[in-house]
């Protein structure tokens, strides 16, 4: 039986003034997870002015355990820098991924940043608000 390679993840980067959009496409894996180490390091290292590390995690079709600690390690990282990690557009399996194991509030989110819902709204049922700890 011959084992068929996973999908390469592309890294692409777009700049702007104080921040960096990294876009992933493919999987992040066991083999592919610290290629995105090693970039997100490298963009780290080459912008002190930076202010905001994006993930652009709309392409992504997939991540395993080693993508999730590729993610803990760039978030270590960019802490370490006073640099804010944000997750953007991540697919619904992602999102899931990050609240099953209690990472989604280490991530800026783009949800984050809305706005404050109006007069008119209803404040969500009891059991999907955010408990104390959160």
Known sequence: MTALPSPLLTVTAE???GWVRLRLTGDLDYDTSHELVVRAG???ALRPDLRDLRLGCAELSLCDSMGVSALLQIHRDAAA???ALHVEDAPPFLDRIMRIT???HLFARQEDHRPARGAGEAAPPPDQR???SS
């Open 15 to 17: 700049e702007g003034r």
């Open 102 to 104: 209690g990472i989604h």
């Open 130 to 132: 955010p408990s104390p």
């Open 81 to 83: 820098q006073g640099v």
């Open 42 to 44: 490298d963009w780290l």
